[in-house]
């Protein structure tokens, strides 16, 4: 693991529920899964983020994730499209796609703002050019064309693609990019349950805990694997989240 702070704080930022990306209004499912009374207590809860883990973020966000990080560090535009495309084909649920494109066009809005601020403190505070207002902090011209292919409705933009070409301008290895990754999808997941009412802050904490090993492991196994390979395998909860669709209450958009 890297001992550069730049890095380090970025895997922090990105991993961070405080990131304005409306992660926190995604509960993939979970929520169905409470109100259809399948889960009753933390054991309960553990499983069925690990089989999360296993079987969706492992296999396939894990897998697009890895892909896309190598597609950037390779300068490698097509390849990065067709990443992203693979995982739009891949995710069943509607509700699951918009979550995650929309959460990808926020975060490559919010770099883009982050870098014609940059942009105008340099000049002098002189009004940026279009240019540097599509282009992403630090993300050079592999960031630019994803923001660019977004805005133009050309790709979905997915946000482990997304994810993985900020990380990988940023200084992240893959590893690290893939675990950050995965431990803000769990701790997202454990908040939606927190905020549902049915578990506290020190169950929460201790489900946490007993994932990690699993969130290691399953970045590990899937961090090499090839574009080909994605594809997730989790019947029940792709029911729930189409289930969701039409749920009278409702708290979460996912």
């Known amino acids: 693991m890297t001992t550069d702070p730049a890095p380090f704080l970025t895997a922090l930022r990105l991993s961070d529920s405080f990131l304005p990306v409306g992660g926190y209004t995604a509960s993939y499912g979970l929520e169905q899964y409470l109100n259809e009374d399948r889960i009753e207590d933390g054991d309960d809860l553990r499983e069925l983020i690990a089989a999360y883990l296993r079987r969706v973020v492992g296999p396939c966000e894990t897998v697009a994730l890895a892909n896309a990080h190598a597609a950037s ?3 490698d535009r097509e390849r990065l499209l067709a990443v992203d495309e693979r995982l739009h084909a891949v995710t069943m649920p509607r509700e699951f796609r918009e979550s995650s494109t929309k959460a ?23 009004e ?11 993300g050079g011209d592999v960031a630019a064309a994803v923001d660019d292919a977004i805005e133009r409705d050309a790709t979905p933009g997915h946000y482990p693609v997304v994810f993985g070409v900020v990380a990988e301008a940023r200084g992240l290895s893959r590893l690290e990019t893939c675990l950050a990754h995965a431990y803000s999808f769990v701790t997202g997941l454990l908040g939606a349950a927190q905020r549902l009412g049915r578990f506290g802050h020190t169950e929460i904490q201790s489900v946490l805990e007993t994932l990690q090993p699993v969130i290691a492991t399953v970045c590990e196994r899937h961090v090499s694997d090839d574009v080909t390979a994605m594809a997730p395998f ?3 909860a792709e029911i729930m989240g189409m289930r969701h669709e039409h749920a009278g209450r409702r708290l979460f958009m996912s």
């Open 128 to 138: 940026p050019s279009d240019d540097a207002v599509h282009r992403a902090a630090d």
């Open 104 to 126: 990808g066009a926020k975060l490559c809005e919010l770099l883009a703002s982050h870098s014609s601020r940059e942009d105008s403190h340099a000049d002098g505070g002189i």
């Open 234 to 236: 989790a019947p029940l």
């Open 73 to 75: 560090a390779d300068g």
